[in-house]
C-alpha cells in the first residue's frame, strides 16, 4: 500500500510519549516532543527527519531512560526513513524489549513504525499485519491518541482494498477521539481520509463537500502541503465524474504547489494522472509528452517506497496503453498493459484490476485477437457487475454509521453522480466497438444497460425508503422507524423466549439550551449526543429519535441488568459532551428510563413503563437512570 506522506506523517509514533514523561525538566526535549505530537512541525525531506533526530539527541539529558526510550520509539522511523530494512532490525530488537517490559504503549509506536516501513518495501500483507498489531497493543495501552492513529491507519487500509464500511467506521471512530484531543493537522486529515473514501464509493459531491471544509482550514503558508494534497483528490473526483477539464486545472496547480515544495514523488504522480487526463480530452500528443516524463523520473527515483513507485510503474503503463490504442497502435499498447499487470499485482487492487480488464479488452480487440478480448470483456462486465453490488451493499452499511447526519441532506446528488459514472462505462464500451465483432458489442453493451437500468432502480427506491425511515437532523431512525424495530425485537423475542429491554433518552433542560445559545446550538448538540450514542451501542441495538429530544433505545437479548449498566455507560458518555462549535461551550446531560419486556405484554405497556421510570429520573433531579416496575 503507498506510503502517504503528511505533514505530520510521524505523529503517528509520538501519540504517547509527552504524556509518558515528565513535563517540566528538561523543558527542552519535551517541549520538542510535544510539537513532534502535534504535528506542528512539518518534515518534507530526509533533511527534515535527520535534523529533528539530531535536536532529539542533543536535548537529550545523561542517563535519562525514560526519554531515552522516548527517542527510541522516535528514532525507529526518524533515523530509518530511507532505510527500511535497518529500521525492522532495530524495532526487532526493540520490540523485544518492550513486550518484556509490558510495554503497550511502545507496542504501539514500534507496529506503527514498522507498518511504513513495510510499506516502502511493497510488502502489504506484514505491513497491514503491523497496523493490526498497533491498534491492539493501543487498545490495550488506552491511550487515545494511539489508538486514534492506529484506528486511522486501519482505515487506509480498508478503503484502499475497497471496503469502504469498515473504513468509515474506524475513521469516524479516530475522528471522535481526535476531536476529544482538539489536534488539528490529526483532524484534517481524518477529513481528506473520509473524504478520499467517499469519492472511492462513488460519492464524489460527498467528497467534494469534504475537500471543501479542509480547503479552508489551509490557508497559513506551512500547509501549502495539505491545500496540494486537497487540490490532488478534487482532482480525482472531477475526473471521475467525467469533467477532464476541470481535474486537468485542478492537476496543474497541484504540480505547481509540489514544484514549490520539492516533492519530485507528487511531482511524478501528478504528471501520471495528467496522462489519463489527456487521454479523456483526447489531447494524446500531450499525454504521450508527460508518459515520457513521468517514466524517466520513476526509472531514476531514489525514494525506498518501493509499493507507491510499483503503483505509480503500472498506472502509468496502464495510462499509456489507452493512449497507444487510440493511436491505434494495438501492439505496444498491449505490451503496455502487461507491464501494468506486473506492477500493479503487488498490491492487487480491485479497482486497478477492473480497469486492467477493460483495457485489455480493448487492446486485444485492436490486435484482431476477438476471442481474447471476448473473454477478458467478460472479466471486465463479472468484476463490474461484482463491485457495482458490493458498493451497492457498502452505501447502505454506510448509512448507518456515518458521522456527518447533515451530508443526509446531499445523497440525491449522489444518484447523479452514479449515473454519471455508468454512462462513463457505457461510453467507454462504445468506443471499444469499432475492434469488435458487431454482434458481440451489441449483446454486451444492451446487457450493461439493462443492468445498470436495474441497479439504478434498485438503489433509487432503497434510498427513499431509508429517507422515509430517517431523522433529517441527527441521521438515526425517526419515530416511524424506531417503533417499527422496537415493536419487530418485541415479536421475535416473544418467539425465541429471549431478553428484551428499552431505553427512553430526555436530554435535561434542553429548551433552556435553545433559549440561552440558539437553535443551531441546539441542532448541534442533539447531533453530536446521537453519534456518541451511536458509537457506544452494540450491533444488534436500535436507536432512533421519537420527539423533539426524546429518543428510543432497543436493548435485544438484554435482562434489565444488562440494560441499566447500559443506560449508565451512555449516561456518563453523555455528561462528558462538550459542545465546542458555537460562541459559548457548554455540555449537555440526560436521564433515562429503563423497562425490560414482560412475556405477552404490549409494547406501548412496556414503553410506559419506561416512560413512567423516566419521569422517576427526573424528579429525583436529572441526569440519573432510573427503573420501570
Known amino acids: ?16 510519549f509527552y504524556s509518558a514523561g515528565a513535563q517540566a525538566q528538561p523543558q527542552q526535549f519535551d517541549a520538542l516532543v510535544k510539537q513532534i505530537e502535534r504535528g506542528e512541525r512539518p518534515f518534507f525531506s530526509i533533511a527534515d527527519y535527520q535534523q529533528a533526530l539530531l535536536e532529539l539527541e542533543t536535548a537529550l539529558p545523561a542517563n535519562d531512560t525514560k526519554r531515552g526510550s522516548m527517542l527510541d520509539r522516535l528514532r525507529c522511523t526518524l533515523a530509518y526513513f530511507d532505510k527500511p530494512e535497518q529500521g525492522i532490525s532495530f524495532s526487532d530488537e526493540k520490540l523485544s524489549l518492550a513486550k518484556k517490559n509490558q510495554d503497550h504503549e511502545a507496542l504501539a509506536d514500534y507496529y506503527g513504525c514498522r507498518y511504513y516501513l513495510y510499506s516502502q518495501l511493497g510488502q502489504t500483507q506484514l505491513a497491514e499485519q503491523n497496523a493490526q498489531l498497533s491498534y491492539e497493543a493501543a487498545s490495550t495501552s488506552e491511550n487515545p491518541l494511539s489508538i486514534a492513529i492506529s ?15 469498515d473504513a468509515m467506521q474506524h475513521y469516524v471512530s479516530a475522528y471522535q477521539l481526535q476531536l476529544s484531543l482538539g489536534y488539528k493537522p490529526y483532524i484534517s486529515d481524518l477529513v481528506l ?8 464509493m462513488g460519492l464524489y459531491q460527498d467528497a467534494l463537500d469534504y475537500l471543501a471544509q479542509a480547503e479552508q482550514e ?3 503558508p506551512h500547509e501549502q502541503f495539505r491545500l496540494a494534497m486537497i487540490l490532488n483528490e478534487k482532482a480525482f473526483s472531477y475526473a471521475e465524474m467525467n469533467q477532464p477539464q476541470q481535474a486537468l486545472e485542478l492537476f496543474e496547480q497541484a504540480l505547481q504547489a509540489y514544484k514549490q515544495l520539492n516533492e519530485p514523488l507528487w511531482q511524478t504522480s501528478i504528471k501520471v494522472n495528467l496522462v489519463w487526463v489527456y487521454n479523456l480530452l483526447q489531447q494524446y500528443d500531450n499525454a504521450l509528452a508527460y508518459s515520457q516524463q513521468a517514466l524517466d523520473e520513476l526509472n531514476s527515483s531514489t525514494v525506498p517506497d518501493e509499493s507507491s513507485l510499483a503503483t505509480y510503474k503500472g498506472l502509468l503503463a496502464l495510462y499509456h496503453g489507452e493512449t497507444l490504442i487510440a493511436l491505434q497502435q494495438p501492439e505496444d499498447a ?24 477493460k483495457v485489455k479488452a480493448e487492446a486485444l480487440a485492436a490486435t484482431g485477437d476477438m476471442p481474447a478480448a471476448y473473454q477478458m470483456l467478460q472479466h471486465y462486465l463479472s468484476s463490474n457487475q461484482q463491485q457495482q453490488q458490493q458498493a451497492k451493499e457498502q452505501q447502505s452499511n454506510l448509512l448507518r454509521i456515518q458521522f456527518d447526519s447533515a451530508r443526509q441532506q446531499e445523497r440525491n446528488q449522489q444518484l447523479a453522480a452514479e449515473k454519471t459514472l455508468m454512462q462513463q462505462h457505457v461510453s467507454t464500451l462504445q468506443l471499444a466497438q469499432r475492434w469488435q465483432y458487431a454482434a458481440l458489442s451489441l449483446i454486451a453493451l444492451l446487457l450493461l444497460i439493462l443492468f445498470t437500468a436495474a441497479l439504478s432502480l434498485k438503489r433509487r427506491n432503497r434510498r427513499l425508503h431509508n429517507l422515509a425511515m430517517t431523522d433529517e437532523l441527527t441521521g438515526i431512525a425517526n419515530r416511524r422507524r424506531i417503533m417499527l424495530l422496537a415493536e419487530q425485537e418485541r415479536v421475535k423475542a416473544l418467539d425465541t423466549t429471549l431478553p428484551l429491554s428499552f431505553l427512553i433518552l430526555d436530554l435535561d433542560h434542553f429548551k433552556q439550551v435553545n433559549d440561552r445559545y440558539g437553535h443551531e446550538a441546539g441542532d448541534l448538540a442533539l447531533q453530536q449526543f446521537s453519534v456518541t450514542v451511536s458509537s457506544l451501542l452494540r450491533e444488534q441495538d436500535h436507536f432512533g429519535r421519537t420527539g423533539g429530544e426524546e429518543f428510543l433505545i432497543v436493548l435485544p437479548d438484554t435482562e434489565l441488568i444488562q440494560a441499566e449498566v447500559i443506560a449508565e455507560r451512555l449516561r456518563h458518555a453523555v455528561a462528558a459532551i462538550n459542545i465546542s462549535d458555537s460562541k ?5 446531560t440526560c436521564s433515562l428510563g ?20 423516566l419521569y422517576q429520573a427526573k424528579a429525583e433531579g436529572r441526569n440519573k437512570s432510573s427503573t420501570g416496575q
Open 1 to 16: 500500500m503507498p506510503i502517504k506522506p503528511y505533514l505530520c506523517f510521524f505523529c503517528l509514533f509520538y501519540g504517547s
Open 151 to 165: 484506528l486511522s491507519l486501519l482505515g487506509d487500509i480498508a478503503s484502499y482494498r475497497g471496503h469502504y464500511p
Open 193 to 200: 481520509a473520509i473524504a478520499a473514501t467517499y469519492r472511492r
Open 218 to 220: 489551509f490557508t497559513a
Open 334 to 357: 498491449l505490451h503496455q498493459v502487461t507491464l501494468a499487470e506486473q506492477h500493479l499485482s503487488i498490491d492487487d487492487n480491485p479497482r486497478y484490476r477492473l480497469m486492467l480488464y
Open 584 to 588: 459559548k461551550p457548554f455540555s449537555i
Open 594 to 613: 429503563i423497562a425490560q419486556n414482560r412475556p405477552d405484554e404490549a409494547l406501548n405497556i412496556t414503553l410506559g413503563r419506561a416512560d413512567d421510570a
